[in-house]
């Protein structure tokens, strides 16, 4: 944990800036910085890997100190294999509708778009950790008893501060969401056709990205 976050904190002083200006402009800052070079991988490589570590911590006080490092680097590695798969997909459905971008450039923008999706569910685990503990201690102690060992038998619990905090993670949720379609528009700009053959592709997207997602949650759990 202390080398891992030794090399996150040596990256924050390029990786934060590079987040406020990607979240800013998705489409702009991936125009600049996904140019067909093999250093436009690397750096994609790097701001990914960063984003989730931070994931990883921020959703260490769930996890036993002593599987941390163990389950930081199978779903790492899970993630990777997805956002490999998931630009696989989305090279294939542009292909369906006239695009003939190089898969490298999908993965480039792909990278960076799963760095920040990974942040937005941290964060909203996060508002829902937190409004647990502060408002209903009693609903916490359950939640992490049931993370820690889940059954479908204890899955429910009335308690409506789960309710709330499940409402202040869907919102979260709902915006990284939004920021993901706005980005969506990196994926025409890149193969440079028209908006209406960039719905058709992303209609394919999700139509072919849910099987391979369940596939991975299957893998994961």
Wanted: proline content about 4%; glycine content about 8%; overall charge positive.
């Amino acid at each position: 944990m202390k080398d891992l976050l030794e090399k996150i904190l040596s990256y924050l002083p390029v990786y934060i800036p590079d987040l406020m200006r990607l979240l800013g402009g998705p489409k702009k800052f991936v125009a600049e910085r996904n140019k067909g070079s093999e250093g436009d991988v690397a750096k994609a490589f790097a701001f990914l890997g960063v984003s989730l570590s931070i994931f990883f911590i921020l959703q260490g006080s769930l996890v036993a100190a002593n599987v941390f490092l163990t389950n930081a680097i199978v779903y790492g590695v899970l993630y990777l294999l997805f956002v490999g798969i998931f630009s696989g997909i989305i090279q294939l459905c542009w292909k369906i509708v006239g695009g003939k971008a190089m898969y490298q450039r999908f993965l480039v923008i792909s990278s960076y778009y799963v760095g920040v999706f990974s942040l937005g569910l941290a964060v909203g685990s996060l508002f829902f950790i937190g409004i647990l503990r502060l408002f209903s201690p009693d609903a916490y102690a359950w939640f992490v008893k049931f993370i820690a060992a889940p059954s479908l038998q204890n899955a429910y619990n009335p308690d409506p501060g789960i309710a709330v905090a499940f409402m202040a993670f869907l919102f979260v949720a709902f915006l990284t969401l939004v920021w993901e379609f706005i980005g969506w528009g990196a994926y025409r700009e890149l193969n440079q056709l028209s908006r209406f053959r960039s719905c058709a592709a992303l209609f394919l997207t999700v139509l072919f990205s849910v099987p391979a997602a369940a596939a991975l949650y299957i893998m994961a759990f």
